[in-house]
């Protein structure tokens, strides 16, 4: 396992520093508007890349037989297929709309290929799982290494021709080429899974995991939509400046830890399904947690202790208000690390159901959040972002409830069930 980590976690480190450096250079080539656009594809790929697969690639972890995982990736494919007509759709009838509301320029003309960034980003996280369980850890590695690079080299070429969407047609072409390099290998593979023809016992297979395109999904729905609400409440509300340097936050700090997260959650749930129920789980549980948790803790120590103006020296002085933005949201950060690195142990000890409540939580306690930073801001410290305080006072709740069921679920006594 730790070599497996090792590997994943070093093409997710080398893709991340690649980021970092090249934000040195592209917040100066950049307005916050054009990061507003960024944060705008962020969410439609977002949320695209862990619904489109009909949570299905979940589901791949779990299966000894490979007739069943087969027919299970299959059963991913035909997801992502719908999920590109879906977005294709909507991008198209909304695009005018969320041009005008988000003060976007240039969005009609990404609007007419969100379809096809969606469709990459859903199917690449199944390309992903299946290389995860069969512990290929490799292709995933340099596929996480190559992608930033190809995305930052992108984004500086086309700064002064697209200085407004460079940055989302760069981020495109990231996806494309980390797609490319998840289906190295596999093509025999994926062409015989797009077969619109039921596999034999394919059938019996989707009724035996129907909670993951159910409730899994469902919970899913809900829990992206409640990770990305800010976008369109604070974009919507407080304009496209806050909205960019929220989203310098988000790649400086939230993206580095979510790729790390997303980078070791599957190793940590393919060996927790080898490891016995009772003391064996629950120490594999603790260790992960304790990891989690020192990782955090660190962060958010280097950023609370970080100098006013940290932001405008790294990125130029039309950065220097993002330093208070990076610090409110530090804490939810972190918080969003930790749930999203140990999740997957809900899977493990099967709770998937419980999945979907705190999702429907989440949604919940971020609208709430919303409204009442937007009705009383004073109870939240008053200023002008007080909607912004309510949601991460929302969200730090929600996580730490989060983790203390999380932590129940595990601990449970339970009978051997896979």
């Known amino acids: ?55 299905f690639e979940q589901a791949l972890m779990l299966p000894k037989d490979m007739a069943k995982a087969k027919a299970l990736f299959s059963a991913g494919q035909r997801a992502v297929a719908k999920t590109t007509l879906l977005v294709g759709l909507l991008s198209l009838l ?82 494309l080429v980390r797609w490319a390099m998840m289906r190295r290998g596999l093509s025999a593979h994926i062409g015989a899974a797009w077969s619109w023809k039921w596999p034999t016992g394919e059938a019996a297979v989707r009724e035996e995991y129907k909670d993951y395109p159910t409730w899994v999904l469902a919970g899913s729905a809900m829990n992206r939509l409640a990770q990305w609400l800010h976008v369109l409440l604070i974009g919507a509300s407080l304009g496209p ?30 060996s927790a399904t080898e490891k016995a129920d009772g003391a064996p789980l629950r120490r594999l549980f603790l260790t992960a947690l304790l990891t989690f948790a020192t990782g955090s803790v660190v962060v958010w120590g280097a950023v609370t202790l970080a100098p006013d103006g940290t932001t405008a020296w790294l990125f130029g002085e039309e950065w220097y208000g993002a330093m208070e933005v990076v610090r409110m949201l530090t804490p939810w950060f972190v918080l969003n690390f930790m749930t999203a690195g140990l999740g997957s142990m809900f899977h493990r000890v099967r709770k998937p159901r419980w ?36 949601i991460v006072w929302a969200k730090c709740g929600y996580y730490i409830i989060n983790l203390v069921v999380l932590c129940t679920a595990v601990m449970q006594p339970r009978s051997a069930d896979r």
């Open 241 to 270: 400046v806050l909205l960019g340097m929220m989203g310098l936050a988000r790649r400086m700090v939230m993206q580095p830890l979510s790729l790390l997260a997303t980078s070791a959650a599957p190793v940590l749930f393919q």
């Open 94 to 175: 909304t695009a005018n709309l969320v041009a005008e509301t988000y003060d976007l320029e240039g969005w009609f003309w990404l609007a007419c290929v969100l379809p096809l960034f969606a469709g990459v980003a859903a199917h690449t996280r199944l390309l992903e799982y299946w290389h995860h369980r069969n512990t290929e850890a490799i292709p995933v590695a340099s596929a996480n290494a190559t992608g930033p690079l190809a995305a930052e080299a992108t984004k500086l070429g086309l700064s002064s021709a697209w200085s407004t969407t460079g940055l989302v047609w760069g981020s495109g072409a990231g996806l």
């Open 355 to 390: 999945i979907t409540y705190l999702d429907a939580l989440h949604l919940l306690a971020v609208a709430a959040g919303w409204y009442l930073g937007s009705l009383h801001p004073e109870w939240f410290g008053g200023g002008e972002w007080g909607a912004l305080v309510g």
């Open 1 to 55: 396992m730790i070599q497996r980590m090792a590997t994943l976690l070093g093409g997710a480190v080398t893709g991340q520093l690649v980021t970092v450096l090249a934000a040195f250079i592209l917040t100066r080539l950049y307005s916050p508007s054009a990061f507003a656009h960024l944060e705008m594809f962020a969410l439609v790929t977002g949320i695209a890349a862990v619904l489109g697969t009909g949570k």
